[in-house]
């Protein structure tokens, strides 16, 4: 499977635990996104990278959420202190940007948390 | 006021009907527009790219009105298989930057 893999598909957890997600974005795509959807909102954007620089973060991206992509390929999402509004779907995408293009996103399935 | 907002729907329709869907976007420096289809409890997929004169891929139909600050979506002859949630999609390219803004999204229900 080439395209984009988000490890785990669904995670519960007690509230002030922390959690962590991966994404791996399809090899050749120098570009990735963290979104949060909840239901029956579109996606919200939190965060990109562009290779292993992290170009812009949403203020809705408090301290206690941090993204990394340490060599430009995959990524890891960590929330710290885990609260129950952070229950949400976590969706990855990456694509292949290019200036002046209409880049195309390529979403993962996403990982489903729980905060109990 | 929402960056990016769309009429939530859901709107019912009939199979062989023509429905259109509106976005309104607030950042008048906008440069890209798309529609992402997403089906109940899967990723959004790109459906299309919205291009400044208005663009077509078989039975759907994108248009940008820059001046009204709106993006439109028409689907003809309405399948079952349509039935999905449509999310507009509006980079703003504030300060050269490409973060992808996603409306809430308007239900489809195509009906039999």
């Known amino acids: 499977d080439t395209g984009v893999s988000q490890d785990p598909r669904h995670k519960i957890t007690k509230r002030g635990q922390n959690v962590t997600f991966r994404c791996d974005p399809i090899s050749e795509h120098n570009r990735l996104y963290w979104y949060r959807q909840t239901l029956g909102q579109g996606p919200e954007f939190l965060t990109y990278f562009q290779n292993e620089a992290q170009l812009e973060k949403s203020r809705l991206l408090s301290d206690r959420f941090s993204a990394e992509r340490p060599k430009g390929s995959f990524s890891t999402l960590e929330i710290q202190r885990t609260e129950q509004g952070d229950s949400a779907m976590y969706l990855c995408a990456s694509s292949l940007g290019a200036a002046g293009t209409n880049e195309k996103l390529f979403f993962g399935s996403g990982t489903q948390l729980s905060v109990l | 006021r929402k960056e990016v907002e769309q009429d939530p729907g859901p709107f019912n329709v009939p199979e062989g009907a023509t429905v259109a869907f509106n976005c309104t976007y607030s950042n008048s420096a906008s440069q890209s527009f798309f529609w992402y289809r997403q089906d109940c409890r899967k990723e959004p997929k790109l459906l299309m790219s919205v291009y400044s004169s208005g663009n077509e891929d078989g039975r759907f139909t994108a248009q940008l009105n820059r001046a009204s600050q709106y993006i439109s979506l028409l689907i003809r002859d309405s399948k079952l298989s349509d039935s999905a949630t449509y999310l507009c999609?509006?980079?703003?390219?504030?300060?050269?930057?490409?973060?992808?803004?996603f409306g809430t999204g308007t239900r489809l229900k195509v009906l039999a």
């Open positions: 999609v509006v980079n703003p390219l504030t300060s050269g930057t490409y973060k992808y803004i």
